[in-house]
């Protein structure tokens, strides 16, 4: 499981995605991506590279 999520997410709060992040903590395969300057549309160019980059790279690891 990959979760990225915007911490300037104006329609998911991150207190929401921090708890789904410790709902998640006993699946050794998930991962949390935090983007301090990404709302909910990533629409930060510097951090959507980023998380199109760790998607890859997460799809990389996990379907080989």
């Given at each position: 499981l990959?979760?990225?999520h915007g911490k300037q997410d104006e329609f998911v709060g991150f207190e929401h995605a921090m708890a789904y992040e410790e709902a998640c903590k006993m699946n050794h395969n998930a991962r949390f991506l935090?983007?301090?300057n990404s709302n909910h549309d990533f629409s930060n160019e510097t951090e959507r590279k980023i998380?199109?980059?760790e998607t890859c790279?997460?799809?990389q690891q996990t379907l080989t």
């Open positions: 990959l979760h990225v935090s983007l301090p998380a199109a980059e790279l997460w799809f």
